[in-house]
């Protein structure tokens, strides 16, 4: 399955699952990232670590380790 990291920049994808355990997928949900949200990938930073996210109409910065336990599909 493709996760968020693998989403090309300028790139819109929907959430299907969220991968993780604990403290990690609280976070990532608490955030605005559940199953069923689009994702639009606005850019990478230049070493590729953080990914700047749009979710629910706002701008979020999410580090890639974070983005690899979300599966997506285009």
Known sequence: MKTLKDVA???TATVKKINGEGAIRR???DMGITKG???HVRKVAPLGDPLEITVRGYELSL???DAE???VEE
């Open 69 to 71: 336990s979300i599966e």
């Open 63 to 65: 580090r890639k380790a």
């Open 27 to 29: 976070r990532i949900m």
């Open 37 to 39: 949200i689009k994702v």
């Open 9 to 11: 920049v300028g790139g």
